[in-house]
């Protein structure tokens, strides 16, 4: 990648501030347990920094006046230690779970989320929106409504990051990850990549546009359209020879791919194993790894002829194939 | 063990470089250590300083951006394994294990020496990476990118590390060695200083994590030279795999950079408290807590990487339970100054700084341990002010209060105090203008090892490149003071500070085999009288 074939970043105009503005669902959540943090953390310097201090005055070598007998018995020594071990490690193991808990929301994928496909690459952020609008280092998403975002990485490991919104998933390549969001307010949000990525790494940021969900609906309509991204994986079908084999009337034996998507399939070795987006792409990429009972391993590898953007666009073809369907060839 | 006649300092041992450089005392290897710690640092400090001038704008225009992506790499790799890792074990701690334990040298002179040539070595290589175009992985190597993808002098920069790696192995062989075998008559376990405790500490996890490095970083070169798949999926490797091998190592290793700090910090607050530490065996427990704990928590690097939510879970809850033994330490040192009689030089100055910059460190690391605060401030300016203050407002404050302790011992001359204060005063400042800003960027969003960034973020860059500026000053003031007292500075007595330990016992600087006759031990650390009302006498003049 030559960086002529790179874009320029994006920085929507932000003010300056000695805090982030919080426009996600999970952003107040976040910002409530940093908060905890910070009374408890400032509350624990503060006791240190004034004993220190009164110490400091107090027990000054010149400070004839100052009693250095009567020190503590053994036994209030060892109490002591004893409670400055328990009682912040319980407090702050308080904050811990409720940050766990927090976590586990930012990790749980909401069921009824608009679904758009993110993929890194050096050194750009390139969106595929369901109905196969595609964007660069821009995202426009409603305001107001659950955004799943499906993360791949076409060469290193890249980090999606929108500050504003309080959540970052690093893209690891050869691997799907999946983030979510809910945009709380209208307006146009940093969306950074938080994981060195080589030369270009700090340009590798954009913009994500949350609008009303009706001027949303304008912009679907106003972009150029391409077919949508099931209809044009049914053309790389195709293209790619797939449908040599998966397609109907094929003579070479190879699994009926119509319907499969989140059901269980029995593997040759045993084990089920649930066909999800990352299983296809295992089975485009890695077809060794884990074969349907019941067929030869006779698949090739389309690894390295293949673009992490094609793959998905295969995955929504075959998602959207229902059971009863027949492959056309 | 028989008397050895001595016959004046070990600096008067020899003066040929011969004498120096196949030298086998351990005074003497500190030395090396202490001159080629040094310029390392200064190499590594001029690469820090080129960043925080490049980030005064928020476009980037004083380097090219592959030329940042160097500087930020080699003022990582420099600092942490050419000054970081080794600087406290490999100086105070070369020069004073044998002295504070009653030994006549380590347990392994010449291992000692070749540790010296290993780092030597290792610092070669890292040159070479640096004369021949440098290396932009960033200090942590993240595969594929470092294995696979990197146009850079990936190799030659593993291989610095890799060779240094077993000047750590060797040292802390060494340390762990000697205090298990060459401590005085009469000096157990829990009549150790506890500097001794937290180097002991240190040299076990140097033992045992240095060498997942050395087999990691050689996976990485054997992926890149020859294509063999360990951690790029394309080759049927997995790049999450080398951040668990890494930070094996790393989480550790952030241990070992700071545990020495610890040790030098209770001796100095002894030392100028002139009364105990305040429980000695809490301090010492939660030395070797820290060295195990810390091999439990490296997972913790890794909250928004993609390993299982449960895995977090986990280390989560272990990188809060790594935090008590530090907690302790930091409640015992301020407890140490109770019904003490303080006195405020230099290496005191460092002290105080330490323990307020260390707890500023320590506790934001609880920040990051959380793991929906860490998912935002993940690999963003949060971190990077968080482990500084570890890393310089706590280790590098340290390093250079022991560096003033022990300086009248180790040469046998008084620097300027007042230099010394008005240069740590300096140090503490200009510390806090450069690195607080950054939790607050880090909060904003500014991602770490960004070349240019939106111009929201330019003030709070600005101040913190001011700060840098103090900082750099207030470094180079020590290089001139202690320098200038090596030849003109007051001889010091056998004991300048009034404070205990044996290595006050010997003459300062102490002769080539340390002790006459090897002490006996029979009392713990820290005997201060208990005062009432008179001040001790005045134990330094000026």
Sequence with gaps: MTAAQSFQPIDPPRPFALFPEATSTLAGQVDAVYFTMLGLCGLVILLVLALMTYFILRYRRGNLRADRTHRWPRWLRHRLEWVWITLPLLIFIAVFVWGGIVYIRIHSMPADALEIHAIGKQWMWKFQHPGGQREINELHVPVGRPIKLTLASQDVIHSFYVPAFRIKRDVVPGRYHQAWFEATAVGRYHLFCAEYCGTMHSQMRGQIVVLPPQEYADWLRRQELGSSLAAEGAALFRSYGCSGCHGANSSVRAPNLAGIYGRPQPLTGGGTVIVDDAYIRDSILLPQKQVVAGFEPIMPSFAGQIGEDDILKLIAFIKSLAAEQEIQP | ?542
């Design chain 2, 1 to 542: 063990m028989s008397a050895i006649p001595q016959t004046g300092s070990y600096l008067d041992s020899g003066y040929s470089l011969r004498s120096w450089l196949l030298t086998t005392d351990h005074k003497r290897i500190a030395w090396l250590f202490l001159l080629s710690l040094t310029l390392f640092f200064f190499l590594g400090g001029t690469a820090a300083a080129l960043i925080r001038l490049e980030l005064v704008t928020p476009t980037g225009d004083l380097v090219g951006q592959d030329t940042y992506n160097r500087l930020f790499s080699l003022h990582g790799i420099i600092m942490v394994w050419f000054f970081l890792v080794p600087s406290i074990p490999a100086t105070l701690g070369n020069f004073l294990v044998p002295l504070m334990i009653g030994a006549r040298d380590m347990a392994f002179p010449r291992l000692n020496l070749a540790s010296w040539y290993l780092y030597i070595i290792g610092g070669l290589f890292t040159f070479a990476t640096v004369i021949s175009g440098g290396v932009d992985t960033g200090w942590t190597f993240y595969t594929p990118y470092s294995s696979m993808f990197s146009n850079t002098h990936v190799v030659l920069a593993i291989v610095g590390v890799f060779v240094v790696g077993f000047s750590s192995i060797l040292t802390g062989l060494n340390i762990v060695v000697t205090v298990h075998r060459l401590r005085a008559p009469g000096m157990t376990w829990f009549r150790l200083p506890l500097f001794i405790w937290s180097t002991y500490a240190t040299a076990v996890i140097m033992l045992l994590a240095t060498p997942v490095l050395a087999m990691t970083l050689l996976l990485v070169a054997l992926e890149r030279l020859l294509g063999i798949g360990f951690f790029d999926p394309r080759l049927g490797g997995d790049p999450l795999l080398f951040q668990h091998l890494f930070w094996f190592y790393s989480h550790p290793a952030v241990y070992i950079m700071v545990l020495p700090g610890m040790g030098v910090v209770s001796e100095l607050m002894a030392a100028f408290s002139k009364k105990a530490v305040f429980g000695y065996t809490y301090v010492a427990f939660s030395s070797i807590a820290i060295a195990f704990l810390g091999f439990l928590v490296w997972g913790h690097h890794m909250f928004t990487a993609g390993q299982s939510m449960y895995g977090s879970l986990a280390f989560g809850l272990l990188s809060f339970m790594v935090s008590v033994p530090s907690a302790i330490k930091v409640f015992n040192w301020t407890m140490t100054m109770r019904k003490g009689t303080l006195s405020f030089e230099t290496p005191m100055l460092y002290a105080l700084g330490f323990i307020g910059l260390f707890t500023i460190g320590g506790l934001t690391g609880l920040f990051l341990a959380t793991m929906a605060i860490d998912v935002h401030v993940h690999d963003t300016y949060f971190v990077i002010a968080h482990f500084h203050y570890i890393m310089v407002g706590g280790m590098v404050t340290a390093y250079l209060g022991g560096l003033h302790y022990w300086w009248p011992k180790i040469t046998g001359r008084l620097y300027s105090e007042r230099w010394g204060q008005i240069a740590a005063v300096l140090m503490f400042f200009g510390f806090n203008l450069t690195f607080f800003p950054q939790f607050i960027l880090g909060y904003l969003g500014m991602p770490r090892r960004y070349h240019s960034y939106p111009d929201e973020f330019q003030v709070l860059h600005v101040l913190s490149s001011a700060g840098a500026v103090v900082l750099a000053f207030a470094y180079l003031l020590p290089l001139c003071y202690l320098g200038w007292s090596l030849k003109y500075g007051r001889r010091a007595g056998s004991n300048p500070w009034g404070t205990t330990g044996l290595e006050w016992t010997t003459s300062s600087p102490p002769p080539k085999y340390n002790f006459e006759q090897i002490p006996r031990v029979d009392y713990g650390p820290y005997r201060y009288p208990i005062v009432s009302g008179t001040p001790p006498t005045e134990t330094r003049h000026g």
